[in-house]
């Protein structure tokens, strides 16, 4: 069973950086996209950014220039560099996996969430 395990969420002030981290355990397939979601309050959940085994990334519109995701195939791992911080930014970040099968079915896993607040 896959598992995804987040770290890195916290308070900072407006401007300021943070790093999230995924850790996928378990059998995640060899053509997959991971990345994060972000669900703030009285929100629906939305695109932070994702990228594929073959390292093709997708960033939503509001963290273009901002943010960075990487990962590293080998230790399952993916990373998100968040860079001059909003107060809108403020949101639960979940971690995502999406694991397509060899005749393109797409199963879902999610982290447990992580709490990152912008705030002076």
């Known amino acids: 069973q896959v598992q995804l395990v987040e770290s890195g969420g916290g308070l900072v002030q407006p401007g300021e950086s943070l790093t999230l981290s995924c850790a996928a355990s378990g059998s995640i397939g060899s053509v997959n996209r991971m990345g994060w979601y972000r669900q703030a309050p009285g929100k629906e959940r939305e695109l932070v950014a994702v990228v594929t085994s073959d390292g093709d990334t997708t960033y939503g519109d509001s963290v273009k220039g901002r943010f960075t995701i990487s990962r590293d195939n080998a230790k399952k791992l993916v990373t998100l560099q968040m860079n001059s911080l909003h107060s809108e930014d403020t949101a639960v970040y979940y971690c995502?996996?999406?694991?397509?099968?060899?005749?393109?079915?797409?199963?879902?896993?999610w982290g447990q969430g992580t709490q990152v607040t912008v705030s002076s």
């Open positions: 995502n996996l999406a694991r397509i099968s060899p005749i393109g079915d797409q199963f879902d896993y």
